[in-house]
């Protein structure tokens, strides 16, 4: 299992992020932020806070991440999904081979 070895706390990469809502009482936010934000892990990748915009197996392999919205999905890419499970619409931490 991964941890964090970039000085930012409340960071885990294995699973999906809490949400809360938003003041309007109606929107769901992700309790870590902002999307994009990147951490180094302890197995040598990189990791970048994404929303999964598919259902994501656990690990699942060949992941993109979209640049803009920072919108992960199973679309042929080089990141790995979360070691749990991800439904659409949940954030996480999409990691990467640093090097």
Do not use: H
């Not at 070895?5 to 992700?30: R, Y």
């Not at 040598?44 to 197996?57: I, P, S, W």
Request: charged residues 10%; proline residues 4%.
């Amino acid at each position: 299992m991964a941890y964090s070895v970039t000085p930012i706390s409340g960071v885990n990469l294995t699973s999906a992020t809490q949400t809360q809502l938003a003041s309007d009482g109606t929107t769901t936010i992700p309790a870590m932020g902002p999307l994009g934000n990147e951490v180094f892990g302890s197995d040598g990748l990189r990791y970048v806070f994404a929303k999964a915009g598919n259902a994501f197996t656990a690990g699942e392999t060949s992941c993109s991440i979209n640049t803009t919205t920072f919108v992960a999905t199973s679309t042929g890419g080089a990141y790995i999904a979360p070691a749990t499970a991800l439904a659409s619409g949940e954030y996480g931490w999409f990691g990467k081979a640093s090097v």
